[in-house]
């Protein structure tokens, strides 16, 4: 017996952001997407389907970034309290605490920003985009597995790389899998990938493909391939296994790209990118890589601070 899935989107400035409803018995919603998510996109989404948002018994949180947790509050307090919050122990930080996302900034791509006010920016953005603090009911690791009820089961792959915490959840027996950021092909509105630990992204998209293997996969934002069109949200078996591989062969043009090009020197005049201008050119990105959330530069600090190039 299949269990019935589907997408509810909502918008966030120029971001797309996707939640999905795995209609059983016990209803659940994968990612919260922010503050207001839940009232703007959610609830209105399933009212369309004919179900109601305080039916809803499992939130499952894919990762701890806040355009995925940031309606989760929101929507547990939507559901009467009576939904269990899931989340992977590595991203737990981010569901708990607003700083830790500040932090994260501080820590990584917000050294290459030249922006003194960033630091409040983020702390606002926190503010405004995460409807609440708080403790997970159920912290999950690589190989749990949750029962929706008696007809449905969901296993946890852990999916480290875009965050440490990242994780897919797969319907059991049916092959749909939930893989919130953890395949970024060529990244989604901001035109490149993300992920804060390169070996892990790459080791990720290796199970992915090789041992996950989806019928289905559901991405949390329309993700593309350079220059082209998103293809959405929802992949077949054939289209998932193009993208994952996209994605492997993606992340080893840039992997080379830091092995050969390397950091600036100090002939380059410094720009927005610095100092990973030339990188930059190699691989044709010339979007702007301060736009939050700035993938460029939370993905150069994750390979120049993992030991590639002193």
Known sequence: MSVDIHALFSQWGRFGLYSFYIDGSQPAIIDT???????????PGLEKLGRRVEDIRWILLTHGHIDHVGGAHALWEMTGRKAKVVIHEADVPFLTSRRAHVEE??????????????????????????????????????????????????????????????????????????????????????????????????????????????????????YRSQGVESEGVELDSERAAVKIQESIDIEAKVRNATYEIGIDGPDIVERLHSPFCCIADYLKFDGDPTLEPSPFFTTMHGYFNKGYRS
């Open 105 to 222: 900034y501080l820590q990584a791509r917000g050294k290459y920003i030249k922006d003194t006010d960033g630091e409040s920016k983020i702390a606002a953005a926190c503010l405004a985009a995460i409807s609440g603090e708080m403790e997970p009911h159920v912290v999950v690791r690589d190989g749990d597995e949750i029962s929706l009820g008696a007809d449905v089961k969901v296993r946890v792959h852990s999916m480290p790389g875009h965050s440490a915490g990242s994780v897919a959840y797969e319907v059991v027996g049916q092959g749909d899998v939930f893989a919130g950021d953890a395949v970024q092909i060529h990244g989604a509105a901001n035109g490149f990938p993300s992920y804060v630990d390169p070996d892990a992204y790459r080791d990720s998209l290796l199970r992915m493909r090789d041992q996950v293997k989806p019928k289905r996969l559901f991405l949390g934002h329309p």
């Open 33 to 43: 997407g922010i503050a207001s998510s839940p009232s703007v996109g959610i609830a």
